[in-house]
């Protein structure tokens, strides 16, 4: 049996991607590029007295990987409606026996 | 009433909670059971996936072992966060779409094998009851620090309460406790990183006020000889910080507790953002724990360090703690002074650190002088995250065998109420294995916790991800792959280890020091990384997977069901497959 295709499923999957990538390279470069590869010269700066190599490493990549999260729900959200595949409770289907 | 009272009454009103929402969510279904009838919102499901997450290593030792290791404890901090973005970004919304109870449901459907299957079952049961061992383990020793009871006894009063809400409302029961088991643990957490806080530096933010006592504790750990406490790369070398990050960013997207918790929520989009609660939830803890780090070891050195032993003794918070056997202060060089070195040990291996790490967290509110009833929260708080940790492994460990193993290999035509009967049975004997092993650990628990994240690095990560984003992958190459990463991490932790691990065969010395540099907790970025090589390489030698698989991909894919897609019921699904 084959999925029809009722919107371009390419086109979306592709964006998705897009999307995923783009956020992951950010993940790379916050978290094991600054906060352990170039730690050292980081903390040549400091910000409020802690070096900044320091704080990235402890506190501030944290805070960008929270804010990546918030990112992809918002970016997907926007791209499920843009496509028309968001869920509505006629498309969603979950159990039901237990409530 | 005193710090033994209050903490009764804590222990007491938190437990008594447990069992009211235990009795609340019971459930009458395997859906419920599993899934929790795949009716939790996003916010309540990331509440859920932090106390699931936040184990009693995370509460009790991790603020220590960052005290102990300065910026390197950031493998920590980076790495049980940075999972959950390959989590939300690669996994969760797939997963949802996808639709099942278990982990091994996905990688054997996707895998169209039993084989794969089974692979799967057994990775997941082994990380679960590591990791399992340990929460009870430290249910036990909280129990006794706190309350003076035997650890034995301790460990059985969890197994009771586990049992109780863990058989009747399955993972129905698991998610509304955790939620209340969240809300405990992180009020006990913060609480007195707030009130030290404000008593350092009149800033009752944490992360803000390390800004005025970090440069000082620079100071004081250089003045006194220690190593410079920003200064990266003193514990563990610059290739270790890297590889283990990355083990543990990748084993977090890759155990099955959390992955499971995925599975629950009412739509994709609800399991998108319940990523975003979760780890917005368990943010608030991790960038607070490295502030309790920075200011318990400043309090500690300034007002104990080169102070003569006899009074820095007669402190009534280390007197306490003397006692408990996790300080065990000692004039190493006979000057009649406390040294910087013998508080927290030096390179030199005479000089052991008189502070056990777990005192940070536990002895902190002592230390700040916080009023009874706060510190006799912190118990509440601990015994909080290792119950709820504990009970999300032991529903993986029952669908493990009663899902995968009796209803879709042994049983398959089994009735529901059966599968649920059958679940029921064995999330009880899972707990009373965990419960074995909290009581009587093997020697090498504690140094298997590299085991869990590095096998789940290397065997679920990889096939996950490529069932998702690669159709061509295929089963040959999944099975493969798995087996190779699983393999080679098992033996490689097993010969850096070997001492701990296999010291009942008088093995002394390990069989090799390290992988070319990587210590065991790393290995796992190479079990990984040899995972996705087999795989890809494979997946190319073998034919492709047949069109339905191909068809399943393609639809985990759209978050609103594809006209003509053959819709999934778990009521009446199952084992079809």
Redesign the interface.
Known sequence: MTVRHTFDQVKYWRRTVRRILLLLSVWFLVGPVMSIIFVEQLNQFSIGGIPFGFWMGQQGSIYVFVLLILLNCILADRLDREFDVHETPETTRHVVSDH | MGIQEWTYVMVGLTFALYIGIAILTR???T??FY?????VGALANGMATAADWMSAASFISMAGL?AFMG?D??IY??GW??G???L???LA?FLRKFGKYTVPDFVGDRYYSRTARVVAVIAAIFISFTYVAGQMRGVGIVFSRFLGVSIELGVVLGMIIVAFYAVMGGM?GVTYTQMAQYLVLIFAYLAPAIAIAFLLTNNPLP??A???I??KLNQITVDLGLTNY?A?FTELS?IN??FI??AL?VGTAGLPHVIVRFYTT????AA??S??WA??FI?IL??TA?TIAIFAKYVILDTLANRPVAEVQAIPWVQNWTQTGLITLKDVNGDGLVQAAELFGSKTPEIKAAIDRDIIVLATPEIARLAPWLIALVAAGGLAAALSTASGLLIVISSAIAHDIYGHLINPTAPDEKRLLVGRITTFLAVMVAGFFGIYPPGFVAEVVAFAFGLAAASFFPVIILGI?WKRATKQGAILGMLTGLVFTAVTIGMIRAPQIFAFLGVTQPIIPDFFGINAQGVGTVGMMLNFLVMWIVSLMTPPPP??VQ?MV??I???????????F???QDPATV
Do not use: C, H
Not at chain 2, 35 to 39: L, P, R
């Open positions: 459930v009458k279904s859906a419920g899934v929790a009838g795949q009716g960052i910026y404890g950031a901090l980076m966060t940075g959950y973005v390959l939300a970004l690669l919304p129905k992360q803000a390390i800004g005025d970090l440069p920003a990266p610059f910080v890297l990050t990355v960013m009412k739509t994709v989009k998108r953002w990523t975003f780890l917005l943010a991790y960038t490295p984003f069109q339905e068809d393609e639809r894919r759209y978050p609103r069901l594809l006209e003509g897609a053959q819709a019921n778990p009521t």
